[in-house]
């Protein structure tokens, strides 16, 4: 491997930790500040911070978004209609309608759907080393979530239509990000992911009644503040530029498993440790099998760098 293929290496390694990390712990988070705020107050905050970040960067230069004579424009839009407008709702509604068990075996799915979409669609390619690493994680969150004693199959239609639809969303958003790319830098397809984000959920929190208290509610206390920023900052702000800077280097599918992957694996673990989640062997066993396939998606980002 040349120099300029291992600093990748390297960029693509850190890139795979900020998100994995960010995305993984974020549950603490939502959770605490739930039990003060509707879901949608709760979106509506933090996506107008992340947005007033962009927003200071882009009137300070250090963000240009340049659309004129760009092909890929459709695309970048795209990526913010599907991430966080559409999914985060279908989402909400979805895991509200459905149990637990149900819906992380729905969003086990996002690889698989992404790959599947990506063939149908944009012509992304697959080989055994791609189909195998997707496999094997799925059977490792199978393991994980069927053998614990909370496992609880369930739901309305209108949920499983949810979390069916909240599956190709994400996908889709993957999808998009990877295409618009090719035009524009990670930043700038954020920071419209941003924008879009907070128009919508401030719009809908408005809506719904909610007004001034949207904001003042998770300043009230530093706990609250702090997870706040947690998740505008760091999960919604730096893991989101990370994310669709990893998708300009490796397959959308292949980002989504590995990064979905480690997530998993650390939410567990953060679940257990500060949660004190439930866990058994199955609990090992089925981490287990989703690094093997993580490892094995490893190998096959090595070929795209």
Request: aromatic share 12%; with cysteine.
């Amino acid at each position: 491997m040349d120099h300029s293929a291992n600093n990748k290496l390297i960029l693509t390694i850190f890139l795979v930790a900020m998100v994995s990390i960010g995305w993984g712990i974020a549950f603490i988070s939502l959770a605490t500040l739930l039990k003060f705020m509707a879901p949608m107050q709760l979106l509506a905050c933090r996506w107008a911070i992340t947005a007033g970040i962009f927003l200071i960067l882009v009137v300070c230069g250090r963000i240009r978004i340049q659309l004129r004579g760009k092909k890929n424009i459709p695309f970048l839009f795209l990526a913010g209609f599907f991430e966080p407008c559409v999914y985060s709702i279908l989402e909400a509604y979805g895991v509200k309608m459905t149990s637990a068990s149900t819906s992380a075996i729905f969003v086990a799915t996002i690889p698989c759907m992404t790959l599947i979409l990506g063939i149908l669609l944009f012509r992304s390619r697959a080989d055994w080393k791609l189909v195998t690493s997707l496999i094997i994680t799925f059977a490792g969150v199978i393991v994980a979530t069927f053998f614990s004693p909370a496992f609880a199959m369930g739901g309305t239609r209108a949920g499983m239509l949810c979390m069916t639809a909240g599956v190709v969303a994400a996908s889709m958003y993957s999808l998009s990000s990877k295409k618009a790319s090719e035009d524009f830098d990670a930043s700038t397809v954020t920071a419209v992911m941003a924008f879009e984000g907070a128009i919508l959920f401030n719009g809908i929190a408005l809506a719904q009644g909610h007004g001034l208290d949207t904001f003042l509610i998770p300043f009230s206390a530093p706990g609250l503040c702090a997870h706040m920023l947690f998740l505008a900052v760091f999960c919604a702000f730096a893991s989101y530029v990370c994310y669709n800077k990893l998708l300009q280097y490796v397959d959308a599918a292949l980002g989504n498993n590995i990064v979905s992957s480690l997530s998993t694996v650390i939410g567990v673990v953060a679940g257990i440790l500060v949660m004190g989640d439930l866990w058994g062997w199955y609990t090992i066993l089925g981490l287990a099998i989703t690094l093997t396939g993580v490892w094995l998606s490893t190998l096959r980002m090595k070929e795209d760098l």
